[in-house]
């Protein structure tokens, strides 16, 4: 597969997926050789286990940028995103059994996935990530008649856990990948018809992650997070030096802009873990839960929304371009409750109604445009919205965005779930190794608590999740 097939978002992904050489997207060599050493412990741990050795496959699932676009897709809003030059290699190798076996190979932990559901444990295992896996086996077996193969599998990630790069979307969309490679899942009609193009099968994770249904494919109780499709989305559909506009509910491609190539991102991570499983769940359930709530008392006033997006739209009358529309304001202030304030929910209703219709549009055009003075002003306001109306944001994500621009980054925004992980900047790629070295020292000295937690690299925005083939 050429390179430039991966910026064709439409094309069908075919009886083998997305597959390309390792040397054969573009990556720079340093980019590659971190995935080959990745690609070798995967291989080890399989040897060590026993694993079989002919008809090994690996695929590299990347993690994501989220530039902007906070908490919108789960309430069909708009966002700006890339693929970075990191994420999870998964090495599969076939088994005769019913049975998958995982094996994390730098963290020496291991799962095993029974296929037969009257063997599903009852309770959680104690892995924290293992509802992952599960509920990817779980819910591909109950779409596709039960038919997963059995399978060894070694992981192996370069990607910051729990920092708001999707590293845990990442394993989602890369054991989807392997297992419907392995088990032929693409060559059912079912998959043909719902899952074709990416941006249909990016959804699917996506409701294979919150529990819902998709189309014909029924729902199952998923990671237990009310999110959307836009991390599945990113590692999925994104395209190498692009950032890409994408829609939700459903996941639509809406417009792609080049990204300068003479620009980096760097990647702070703050140290505090921004982890969706256990008690951090409820935080992030709870900023879904208010754009929930809004739809809710809408429909109960009438409304026939199936989002807030389609809220808007019904008390606009088409697209809001020209602000809140004042029926849905009412509708907020009258819905207020003990858990809920009027303030609040009409600040959720500014923020997305400005993130979806004005902000990411305006980026975008901004950096098509070359206007960094634009696209830095749109991105203070994003960053603004997410610490007073989403209330995501912690002191250490706030004081890196601020330093980042005080170091002179273009432009820079926290992202992900908040309540911690990482921050984004735009720097010039001269300035990179520079800038990397003054942010950290800033942040340990403010933040000594947690910087020996603190990682910090650059990324260009990347290619989407694939097979890696051998060249030629």
């Given amino acids: 597969m050429s390179e430039s097939a991966f910026s064709s978002l439409d094309d069908p992904l075919g009886q083998s997926l997305v597959q390309a050489p390792l040397d054969g997207v573009g990556y720079a060599q340093s980019v590659i050789d971190r995935f080959l050493k990745l690609q070798r412990d995967a291989h080890r741990a399989l040897d060590e286990a026993g694993a079989a050795t002919e008809g090994r496959r690996t695929w590299i699932a990347p993690g994501r940028i989220e530039v902007l676009g906070k908490h919108v897709d789960y309430a069909g809003g708009r966002s700006l995103l890339c693929a970075v030059e990191r994420g999870i290699v998964i090495v599969v190798a ?93 060559a059912d009609p079912r998959w043909n018809a719902s899952l074709v193009p990416r941006t249909k099968l990016a959804g699917y994770i996506g409701a294979m992650e919150n529990g819902l249904d998709f189309g014909a494919l029924a729902g199952d109780r998923g990671v237990g997070t009310l999110g959307g499709a836009q991390d599945q989305t990113a590692i999925l559909c994104s395209a190498p030096g692009q950032l890409n506009v994408f829609g939700w509910a459903p996941v639509r491609h809406e417009r792609s802009v080049a990204w300068p190539a003479d620009h980096t991102f760097v990647i702070a991570v703050s140290g505090v873990v921004a982890a969706k499983t256990g008690a951090a769940k409820n935080r992030f359930n709870r900023v879904a839960r208010t754009a929930h709530h809004l739809v809710h008392a809408w429909n109960a006033q009438g409304g026939t929304a199936g989002t807030l997006a389609d809220a808007f739209r019904e008390a606009a009358g088409g697209e809001p371009t020209q602000g809140v529309p004042s029926a849905l304001t009412r509708v907020a202030i009258e819905a207020a409750t003990d858990e809920f304030s009027a303030t609040q929910l009409t600040l959720r209703l500014d923020q997305f109604h400005a993130e979806t219709w004005h902000r990411v549009p305006a980026a975008a055009e901004a950096i098509a445009q070359r206007d960094w003075k634009t696209f830095a002003e749109v991105v203070v306001a994003s960053q603004r919205g997410a610490e007073v109306a989403l209330e995501n944001q912690i002191a250490e994500t706030m004081r890196l965005v601020i330093m980042a621009r005080e170091l002179g980054a273009v432009a820079a925004s926290a992202f992900g779930a908040g309540f911690g992980g990482s921050v984004w900047a735009m720097i010039p790629a001269n300035d990179a190794d520079s800038f990397m070295a003054r942010l950290r020292e800033r942040y340990v000295k403010q933040f000594p608590q947690v910087a020996h937690r603190m990682q910090i690299f650059q990324t260009q925005p990347s290619v989407p999740a694939f097979e890696v083939i051998a060249a030629g």
Avoid: C
């Fill in 94 to 186: 076939p088994r005769d059994d019913r049975r998958i076996i995982l094996r994390d190979a730098r963290r020496r932990e291991g799962l095993v996935v029974p296929l037969d559901e009257s063997m599903y444990p009852s309770t959680q295992a104690p892995l924290p990530w293992s509802v992952y896996p599960r509920t990817v086996v779980r819910r591909l077996q109950k779409n596709f008649d039960n038919a997963l193969v059995g399978a060894d599998i070694a992981l192996a990630s370069n990607l910051p856990p729990a920092a708001g790069v999707s590293s845990s979307s990442a394993l989602v969309v890369g054991l989807t990948l392997a297992l419907s490679a392995i088990s032929d899942l693409h």
